[in-house]
DNA sequence: CTGAAAGCGCTTACAG
DNA sequence: CTGAAAGCGCTTACAG
């Protein structure tokens, strides 16, 4: 492991030389950079990133937030990790996993450390003190989810509206009318409030009004049991709905089963559209469940990209704040056809 | 941010002393540590890790190298990354999420920057060439998983041995003695020799033999179609069978649906047991699936504090290499009951 | 028990 | 285009 030094004695400069063919920080003479380079893959030298971090007070190190207490983090979650991780990697950056599980002071004692030069938020609720704390600490971060307001808010996150619009969209153009939304029941835990969960719901509510159509909301316990009984809450709400959507993969199977057990056969008398899913879950239930799939990767790449575009000032201080949405796309399966026949 | 020399001087003491109480390396009297103490609360220090790091000529940093291109990590996957990265935290250390894509050259492009003072290595393979990588690399790691041979081995891993050998304890205690084992095909794939897979196979086939049993495998592809299909193929070998094991989640459910379309009430003629599972993943399916669950969080947080020991010199250089293995755990639910009468 | 000082391996004005 | 030198903020023998 040889030194900046050793190279720069190998090939009879100064280590400043050395420095700048390395970075490419400043004009050198070919010659020069080819004796430098010579001498680099001679000796196998490898920059110390520590010792840059610490002269150049960047660690090129970016963190990524997430809920350690939060055992409930979706199949997106790995995919997200994954994505952001490899294109951190892919920007000469590394990706530290950073799991918060207590107040907003511990978030100073981590950053401020020195060891990170940005963050990217996980699991943002619609009012997010960490948000705060993070701008106090005048920390460069990326947030995946957005808050209530949003104005001066870097994030990348979900278009739920759009999803639920197109999900809609979708369902009605098969000719249904009485069309549900299933949700996961948060009242009362640490994710009341939770970002996608209230969007969705208002955007259903709201579309659904728009539409001249009457909105049935079930909230929806864990697993398939919880799917079950959602079918069960659907149908007692209104006996003549033909179609829901839901936002809760664990539970999607439980509600074709219960709908089944209702009576109702999916796709032919019902269907059912699962929300922030993916393909691969959808086809682990059978008939295979048409999903609306979560950019997780997307989001994941979009988020760090974004987060080091600030950190490397290629957006400029007064740079607009990057605000990405994505919308779910839809994949059709067998859990939707059109309505039946009145 | 004060800096240390600040709080020496704020204090009216040597840098050194300072240092000496934030690590509490050396004997400090009592006096003078109360004086640092207040030094550092009253200007805010916070150490300076990278300049610790340069220093101490370690970073506290540990990797943890996923294979990137391996888009089918499980749930396992993401309890694993989250305990990993929360009990090192606890232990004074960060982790950092590593994508490992090509040859074995880029792992010690990668390691050479002098980034990181250990490595976790996920997805071992029966024969894996990064594990000599590794060694020549003098890089001090800890993997999860197991190559054939495991001598010089340090590792944290599934007892697959175990674990298939409990189920087949417990499907045999319920009376059933023609049992069959589902797992993913994975035969010219880039996963092929996967240890999991390898080893949960033979053990199944060898102990079978020695109850005096028949065994049947079945490999299986993705989805419920995939299970559904390994339901027609199980009874196809043996019309008789009355329990099977299934390692692979995804498909654990449409296998239960094709027992049924072959005209096998699950547990009622049928027994299925989910390996290498959760009891979240049972859940989503109906009736809720009996599992042998996975030690995710277990894996991950001893992965961790076996490296960070080997880091910190607690095991001397001579100490014995980690070896750890840790069976599935049954979780009884819907899916298993006593094999039906003949 | 405490301090002076060298050193970790780089980057970056500054000067030429 | 190239170099001498200060400095990033710590740790750690060494001496007393």
């Known amino acids: 492991m040889a030194t900046m030094q050793e190279v720069a004695t190998h090939a009879g400069v100064s280590i400043a030389t050395v420095s700048f063919v390395v970075n490419g920080t400043k004009r050198v003479s070919p010659a020069t950079r080819e004796r430098v380079t010579a001498a680099m893959t001679e000796l196998g030298f490898r920059n110390n990133v520590v010792a840059r971090a610490l002269a150049s007070k960047r660690t090129r190190i970016i963190a990524l937030l ?71 600490l005048r920390v460069p971060f990326v947030a995946i989810g957005r808050t209530a307001d949003v104005d001066d808010l870097p994030f990348v996150d979900i278009d739920f509206e759009t999803t639920v619009e197109e999900g809609l969209d979708y369902l009605t153009g098969l000719g249904h009318e009485r069309i549900g939304l299933v949700i996961e029941d948060l009242e009362g835990t640490s994710m009341a409030g939770y970002g996608p969960h209230v969007r969705s719901e208002r955007t259903y509510r709201d579309s659904m009004a728009r539409r001249g159509l009457e909105p049935v909301v079930v909230f929806c316990g864990p697993g398939a049991a919880g799917g079950r009984q959602a079918a069960t809450d659907l149908l007692a709400a209104d006996p003549a709905m033909t179609a829901t959507m839901i936002m809760k993969d664990d539970s999607a199977f439980g509600l074709v089963r219960g709908l089944l057990a209702e009576g109702r056969r999916v796709p032919d008398d019902f269907s059912v559209l699962s929300l922030s899913s993916s393909t691969e879950a959808g086809a682990t239930s059978e008939p295979a469940l048409t999903t609306m799939n979560a950019p997780g990767h997307e989001l994941g790449t979009l988020a760090v990209e974004a987060l080091i575009e600030r950190l490397d000032g290629k957006a400029g201080q007064d740079a607009p704040l990057p605000h990405v949405l994505l919308p779910c796309i839809l994949h059709e399966a067998g859990s939707t056809a059109a309505a039946p026949a009145r």
Do not use: C, N, Q
Not at 82 to 103: K, Q
Not at 106 to 125: C, I, N, T
């Open 66 to 136: 997430f809920p350690a207490l939060e055992h409930r983090l979706g199949g997106t979650a790995l995919t997200f990790f994954m994505s952001a991780a490899s294109r951190a990697s892919d920007l000469g950056y590394h990706l530290i996993l950073w799991p918060v599980d207590t107040g907003p002071d511990e978030l100073r004692d981590l950053l401020s450390g020195g060891l990170v030069d940005g963050v990217v938020l996980m699991e943002v609720k619609m009012h997010d003190t960490r948000i705060d704390r993070l701008a106090e």
